[in-house]
């Protein structure tokens, strides 16, 4: 069964002193099965925001020691800072990543707050899908007023905290604990130092918009409902809360966002919306940044707007999208942005999931020719794949940016994306072969010193050696995906290309006839008969459609070079 796997962002009203920041991630780090992702420190904001990730007990044990030791080196009566804040730890979400529901989420968010709650002598307040009070959904409700209103808000019984005392602890203060959705924080920034026109900015786009006023949009009377609350004008996105402020580390304002729902204002809408309201105030975007981690999918839908804004193809490389993604918003302006940092994905995934990949080419060759049995013709089947439909999505590229074919463009951008996809899912079955190979090793070396190892080891040795047909037979389908790129480009694409197209076709037919060399070898050794006879059938009706595709496109290309 697959993992639960949930994240942690809890943000700590300490930005500048790193001694007392690591103290508390220290103990994150302690816990077994929990992984800290990112550490973002802000000077101005004097606060931290910190990210970690792990199957749901050891992050709730990680969150409540690192809540604990920052009610121990955090003094919140010292404290001042640009970001609102109420508590030595101001906030701690919980945020389901994989295999786990938002209810099963806000149990343990509630499992945490029992904990804390008896044990540290802290207010805790639930907040988002754990609130137990419709108007705690809204953190600004919980945090309103700040640390300084909380002596006087904890003496009203409606105010008495889901967990803990309702006694003001000075030196802590109160926390909230929530289950939410995936949030980015955001921060565009302005070539301005006023606050006032940042917050103007923010008002025009955050989702509560402004207050109406009478007659004077700043001075007038505000305008009230029949229930007497006050009428608003709401901003142009919706799912995301904002402010203006000034950074002093910067010497800049910004507009601090927090995108709530993803799903419905993408990254770049806010930013777009930002730099459409700035631009009407005589006020230029320069940049902006991401507080902690971003998932991949927002990175690449942001490259692709751009792209497409550029009419551009978007078929191309996952790091190039990703490149486009950061110039267009700015967000290595005030500092480097490191995609491997910054992507969640790519800090879980780690550089050891996929050791060949990460090889250049020289060193790919190396380890093939040395005497290690892997990578071997499964994973160079794979590879040449790869390198074939890279070839034809090169042409669907150039023809997309071809002088005079602009009428054209997306069509190839198109085809160009099916020939990204076809590239990657050969590229992760690199390495997948050589781990099929060397998971049959694994199982040949168990001990076999009764008769129950002798089974048990009988038993891996058949499971690995089905694994290691089936891999290369899907290499044999994806490389046989390929030709409809392939073949695509060799009749429609950039007439200057016509040979690229045709050397991707060689490679697609000598990557499913490699692998199926591969399926057919390793069927010897398998018991099952009726998987083999399936396997090997199909294997046989692969082979001879990549023979078919290829010569059709041998023909179109030696129609066209004559």
């Given at each position: 069964?697959s993992?639960q796997?949930i ?18 991630t ?5 816990v ?24 749901p007990?050891?992050v ?6 690192a ?38 989420v ?39 007023g ?14 008495k905290?889901?967990y ?85 580390e ?8 927090n995108l709530?729902?993803?799903n ?10 930002c ?61 480097p ?7 969640i994905?790519?800090?879980?995934e ?17 380890e ?29 590229n ?8 602009d ?18 899912a ?7 072969d ?6 049959i090793?694994a ?9 129950t190892?002798?089974?048990a ?8 050696t ?8 899907e ?18 694409g ?21 692998a199926f ?24 009706r ?15 290309v030696?129609?066209k070079?004559?």
């Amino acid at each position: 069964m697959s993992k639960q796997l949930i994240e942690c962002v809890p943000n700590f009203s300490e930005g500048r002193d790193l001694s007392i920041i690591k103290q508390i991630t220290d103990e994150i780090e302690s816990v077994e099965g929990v992984k800290l992702l990112d550490v973002d420190p802000g000077n101005a904001t004097n606060r931290t925001v910190v990210t970690f990730v792990g199957e749901p007990e050891p992050v709730i044990e990680a969150a409540y020691l690192a809540m604990k030791k920052a009610a121990e080196v955090i003094d919140m009566s010292k404290h001042s800072g640009e970001h609102p804040r109420m508590g030595a730890t101001d906030v701690c979400p919980l945020i389901p990543i994989a295999n786990i529901t938002m209810d099963e989420v806000v149990k343990y968010a509630h499992k945490l707050g029992e904990r804390a709650g008896q044990d540290l002598g802290i207010p805790f307040y639930m907040y988002e899908s754990a609130a137990t009070r419709p108007e705690w959904k809204n953190l600004a409700t919980i945090r309103s007023g700040e640390y300084e209103a909380l002596p006087e808000k904890l003496t009203d019984p409606e105010w008495k905290p889901d967990y803990g005392p309702s006694k003001f602890n000075a030196r802590a203060g109160a926390t909230a604990i929530g289950a939410r959705g995936f949030l980015i924080a955001y921060n565009v920034n302005l070539n301005t130092t006023s606050v006032r026109r940042a917050n103007s900015i923010a008002f025009d786009v955050r989702e509560q918009g402004r207050v109406k006023r009478k007659g004077n949009p700043i001075t007038g009377a505000i305008m009230k409902d029949k229930h007497g609350n006050a009428k608003r004008k709401p901003g142009t996105c919706k799912a995301v809360k904002g402010i203006g402020w000034y950074i002093e580390e910067y010497g800049v304002a910004q507009i601090s966002m927090n995108l709530t729902d993803i799903n419905v204002t993408p990254l770049h809408k806010a930013f777009e919306e930002c730099c459409k309201s700035a631009n009407k105030r005589g006020i230029r975007v320069t940049g902006s940044e991401l507080v902690g981690l971003v998932p991949l999918q927002v990175m690449l839908d942001t490259g692709k707007y751009f792209l497409q804004k550029q009419q551009r193809s978007v078929g191309i490389s996952e790091e190039e999208i990703i490149k486009i993604a950061v110039k267009s918003l700015g967000l290595d302006e005030l500092g480097p942005f490191d995609p491997k940092k910054k992507i969640i994905e790519y800090q879980l995934e780690g550089a050891d999931a996929t050791p060949l990949l990460n090889m250049n080419l020289r060193e790919f060759s190396n380890e093939t020719a040395s005497e290690s049995m892997a990578p071997g013709g499964g994973s160079i089947s794979a590879y040449v794949g790869a390198l074939g439909v890279s070839l034809a999505t090169m042409v669907a590229n150039l023809s997309s940016h071809k002088r005079g074919w602009d009428d054209q463009w997306e069509t190839f951008s198109e085809w160009a994306v099916k020939g990204q996809e076809n590239k990657d899912a050969l590229l992760k079955l690199v390495d997948e072969d050589t781990n099929s190979f060397n998971a049959i090793i694994a199982a040949f070396r168990m001990p076999k010193g009764n008769s129950t190892e002798v089974e048990a080891r009988k038993e891996a040795i058949q499971a690995a050696t089905r694994y290691a047909i089936e891999v290369p037979l899907e290499v044999m389908r994806e490389s046989l995906k390929t030709f409809e790129v392939i073949k695509a480009m060799a009749k429609i694409g950039n007439p200057n290309s016509i040979t690229d197209a045709g050397v991707g076709a060689l490679c697609a037919r000598a990557a499913v006839h490699g692998a199926f060399m591969n399926v057919k070898v390793n069927t010897g050794d398998l018991k099952d008969e009726k998987f083999v006879a399936k396997v090997l059938k199909e294997g046989k009706r692969l082979a001879a459609k990549a023979d078919k595709l290829e010569k059709e496109v041998r023909k179109m290309v030696d129609a066209k070079i004559g």
